[in-house]
């Protein structure tokens, strides 16, 4: 497959009769709660899980989503999502990006792009990512592929 970005951390996504809108589409919606699933997935693969985030008392929020729905995808057809952490600037903030593959003609059917944030859980204000998360997610990022 053809990504944006090298090394993607990926998933098959294949659309179910309940993902399906009354245009016969894809909801836009399902794209969105698949991005959340992967992008928990690809943490907790780099060792980042959910209960490191209560630990920790932080957690990187999403800040801004956006997303870009290039062409549609229907009942059944195999998708590839891909993810990959892009940029930082190693304090509070960290970019998050997506690209959604229909396996069959390697067409680019979805962009997407998070602007995450690290909070402190216990206050939900702005805070320092601690050690454990630039030692974990600045590894991570990747550089553009082109």
Request: include cysteine; glycine fraction near 4%; proline fraction near 5%.
């Amino acid at each position: 497959m053809v990504w944006d970005y090298p090394h993607p951390f990926t998933l098959p996504a294949r659309p179910q009769a309940r993902d399906i809108d009354g245009l016969n589409h894809t909801n836009n919606a399902v794209y969105v709660q698949w991005c959340e699933r992967i992008g928990w997935a690809h943490s907790e693969s780099l060792g980042l899980n959910l209960a490191d985030y209560q630990r920790l008392d932080r957690a990187m929020a999403i800040r801004r989503g956006e997303y870009d729905y290039l062409l549609p995808t229907t009942l059944h057809e195999e998708l590839t999502l891909a993810t990959w952490l892009t940029a930082s600037d190693g304090k509070l903030t960290m970019e998050r990006r997506f690209q959604l593959v229909r396996n069959a003609d390697q067409a680019t059917v979805l962009r997407g792009r998070w602007d995450l944030v690290c909070i402190e859980l216990s206050s939900g204000r702005v805070r320092r990512m601690p050690p454990d998360f630039c030692q974990v997610y600045l590894a991570a990022i990747v550089n553009a592929a082109y």
